[in-house]
């Protein structure tokens, strides 16, 4: 280990135990505390201040779980890992549901305590960075650009690098991605970040108005045009004049439209519905899309001269898969912002059910996550969303369905192993093969990483 030790206290009432994980875990660079019952390791936890804790299930005058309890209703949160020769797939989901980081069933092997360590520094360093993650958010949105934005994923710093610097400008912008990866933040911290920050920002969905009225709709039109246009109608160019109009969705556009769109780019011109001179405007334009516009265009479904003009800066915008370790970054922005909406307090989310956020392949990306949260706060008890307050499609446990009929076994050692042998699986695949971005995701160090990839033959 490098830097500081990290402070680790040791709870059991096996003498022997203490004595030989002490040794051992004293010689592999921890500073190591013991206690012989929870009543002791109890006083320990407000003078020692560790920054880990190895504590064992049954014990007596306090045990195990009465011992999490306590520190918990004190709010200390030190990742905790529970021991017990006496394990069943109950008690283990108990342990986790009060709060629990990890739980290891005895006997094990002394590498496996040192991997299941690490793991919990990994989580103790990322909980750090969440912190100085939310103090930017503070400063971002203090000066109101790029303020929702949240994740430390290096395509998507190098996307709002991007951005800041085209924002200057006034080339046109075409942001790709998926539905909810956040192209309209995007667009809005472009807008804000630019020249035109005083003016307006009109945001329009492209497939959300009806093909008869978007010609109208965009450019206006003048009194008398047609049946019921008793006076002249301002289009949504029009007024974003000085300022920015998103188009989203623009691969919707019927194609005679994009022929007046085109020469709305070339010309700065437009022509209101039954008018017969065309009108100047200042407007900047940032487009974006979900549709893949190269086919688009193969298939006749969208002009290629539109396509060169709106693909001179393009940013496309990664799915939430492919930055799986900004998830819980996003979580703590979202619960933040959820407590204020549903006046709640809900504090944290338990180590299993972070685990179910972090595998979820999220087809609807940073919506559906926000849209998950907010109807596992609806049912979560307390303060702490645990796995049960998750979708059922997660596959968290069910009162109906028990973790053994989910995993073939009801050897909680086995069930650990099939779960991590998947999970770094999924990672892997994920992350393209590389294992240093896989560890990342995994919250893991590499050599343990490449430790479990020779254990399970991956």
Known sequence: MVGKKKKLLLIDDEENMLHMLSAFLGKRGYDVVTALNGAMGLELVHTLVPDLILCDLKMPQMDGLTFLGRIRESHIDTPVIMMSAYATVDTAVEAMKQGAYDFVTKPFQTDEIVCILQKAEEYIRIKKENVQLKSRVQELQGNGTFSAIIGKNLGILKIIDQA???AGYDTTVLITGESGTGKELIAK????????????LISVNCGSIPASLLESEFFGYIKGAFTGADKDHTGLFEAAEGGTIFLDEIGE???ELQVKLLRVLQEHEIRPV??????QVDVRVITATAKDLEKEVVSGNFRQDLFFRLNVMVLELPPLRRRREDIPFLCDFFLSRLNKKMNLEIKTISAEAMTL?????WSGNVRELENSLERAMIFAEGSLIAAENLPQFFGSPKQNRRIDDLLGTSSLKKAQKILEKRMIGRSLETANGNKSRAARMLEISYPTLLAKIKEYGL
């Not at 911290?189 to 307006?200: E, L």
């Not at 956020?357 to 392949?361: A, F, G, I, N």
């Open 164 to 166: 800041k610097k085209v």
């Open 189 to 200: 911290g472009i807008h804000s970040h630019s020249k035109r920050s005083d003016g307006p």
């Open 253 to 255: 556009l019927p194609l």
């Open 274 to 279: 039954g008018a017969i001179k065309p009108s």
């Open 357 to 361: 956020l972090m595998s979820q392949d």
